[in-house]
């Protein structure tokens, strides 16, 4: 019998500035609500970040604590914070928020890696703040820092101190071999839940034969029962992309951080609107959806009541 499928939503990333998308949840207000609309329509998951007020993303403990107290008050849904924070922050305010926060997952980055959002500067907006060009600019000559140093100090902090479980991205095949690494010294244990990525500038391209093979590989190096798969990729590739993923066995991420767009053309409304549509799709596959109960079973995750929000 097939697994039920868990939805991820990352609400609002770090990646898309507000000139993108009227509909980009900016304000703490924005983001507690997207986020619970999310979870109502069927989200387990909620992986989040925070924002200033003029839309540009923030490491800021305070800023994670305007919105997270509302969401678990509103919703039984997974709360999954960045690790990867903003491009440029240093690792220690990438881990601001989960350090204060100490929820039940947060996100961790396999492998350093070229993180070029520059392309995106060819279409022809008006730029609503100064930061956004100059942010988007500044990946050209930017690499993604996360060395084995810096993924060990979050094992530690976050894994050993606050009982943390992860979300391991996998933007690339070598991130999958960086994760085994640490399975074989202990420092991961099974179940553990890896998100492969595809279709950023630097990582591994969306390509379905790209799909199947990291899905082999892990299952390869860790044992088909010893981990949760889920995929997700950036922009147009997102729906039909997670789709595949779905019907190979996958559990699915969706959300504005990852594609602003609902349909060719259309900018998605709502992180709601995205769920909505992936849950049909799914459904309509005659697989069902993972309550979030049942994703915490499945990621052995400490449970809500005992985060710090």
């Known amino acids: 019998m097939a697994k039920s499928v868990i939805i991820t939503c990352a609400v609002t990333g770090a990646i898309h500035t507000p000139t993108m998308s009227d509909y980009l949840p900016i304000s703490a207000t924005e983001v507690a609500e997207s986020a619970i609309a999310a979870a109502e329509a069927g989200a387990s998951i909620l992986h989040l970040h925070a924002r200033n007020e003029d839309g540009s993303p923030t490491p800021s403990a305070d800023a994670f604590m305007d919105f997270l107290p509302r969401i678990k008050q509103s919703t039984d849904a997974v709360v999954n914070i960045t690790t990867g924070g903003g491009l440029g922050m240093t690792l220690e305010e990438r881990c601001e928020g989960a350090l204060k926060t100490s929820p039940e997952m947060t996100s961790l980055n396999m492998g350093s890696m070229n993180f070029g959002l520059f392309p ?40 050993e101190n606050h009982g943390v479980r992860f979300e391991f991205e996998c933007y690339d095949m070598g991130h999958l071999y960086n994760l085994a690494h640490f399975v074989d ?125």
């Open 120 to 159: 995106i500067l060819d279409k022809p907006y008006d730029w609503k703040n100064k930061w956004e060009p100059k942010y988007l600019e500044m990946t050209r000559d930017f690499i993604f820092r996360n060395t084995f140093k810096d993924i060990e100090w979050v094992l530690k902090e976050l894994g």
């Open 185 to 309: 010294r202990g420092l991961v244990k099974p179940p553990f839940f890896v998100q492969t990525i595809f279709g950023i500038l630097g990582g591994i391209g969306a390509d379905i034969e790209n799909l199947v093979h990291m899905r082999r590989i892990a299952n390869k190096l860790f044992g088909e029962e010893s981990y949760e798969w889920s995929i997700l990729a950036a922009g147009r590739h997102q729906m039909n992309f997670v789709t595949t993923g779905a019907i190979l066995g996958g559990n699915v991420r969706v959300g504005l951080e990852d594609s602003l767009y609902i349909g060719k053309g259309e900018l998605a409304k709502s992180n709601a609107e995205q769920v909505t549509k992936i849950r049909r799709i799914v459904e309509n596959l005659s697989l069902e959806i993972a309550t979030p109960t049942e994703a915490r079973k499945r990621l052995a995750l400490k449970g809500g009541d005992q985060v710090s929000f």
